[in-house]
């Protein structure tokens, strides 16, 4: 039996889940759970597996994951639910559609892709994925602490617009990770693979690029937009990788406008 994962709630009416990427925890989506809860949602936000008050899973695989996920969203019986997830978060959100699309209603995916470092022709771009992971636990085989990596990595996958004030609890939420279980999570990313059921996903679907994203690039989510039928594309100007940080209030305001289009 699958552990229920921490999660964090707040706010009343329709819920929505978000799932947070490689390098944050719950509060990665602090400024989230305050506008949609001020709009009439119930916002809630897990640790996933191995992150903050989380338990870890064994073997560390997305299918593991979704297994926590769909635990949670059992538990929280409010029906199908918007499920919102950006960067690894997104993931595991495609994984879940995949195994329970009942669970869904709606989809928002920020920064994320269908596939870890594959070309467009679906062949593994082994050098890109190598250079990925070296850059990431490289600094930690080297001594030095996920604190000390994240105030060098989190400005590197920033946009020009951002501030150090923007920029800074993502700083905070990347400090935290458990470094062994952010090594696991790493390894994880090299199995996924879910380009086959984008077309497949039946409910409203919204794609969230970042216009100078490096690691989920506009092109490739733009491409996922277009494999999923009800689908919208949306890319903000100026910004990166953590785009729900770096400028919460764009952000919030195309993830709000989505939700009022489906009428809840």
Known sequence: MTTLPHFISQGTGPTVLMLHGIGGNHAAFGPQMQSLAAAGFRAVAWDMPGYGASATVNP???????????????????????????SMGGMVAQEVIARRADLARAVVLAGTSPSFGRKPDGTVSQTWQQQFITSRTGPLDAGQTMAQLAQTLVPQMAGPVATAQD?????????????????????????????????????????????????????????????????QYVQLAGLGHLLNLEAPAAFDAVVLAFLESLGA
């Open 60 to 86: 560390y695989t997305f299918e593991a994951l979704a297994d926590a996920c769909i635990t949670l969203l059992e538990h929280l019986q409010t029906g199908p639910v918007v499920l919102l997830g950006h």
């Open 167 to 231: 920029l800074q609890l993502a700083i905070d939420c990347m400090s935290s990770v458990n470094p062994a279980t952010y090594r696991l999570a790493l390894q994880a990313l090299l199995t996924f693979d879910q380009r086959a059921n984008l077309p497949r996903i039946a409910v409203p679907t919204l794609l969230v690029a970042g216009q100078h994203d490096k690691s989920a690039p506009p092109a490739v989510i733009r491409a996922m937009a277009d494999e999923i039928t009800h689908s």
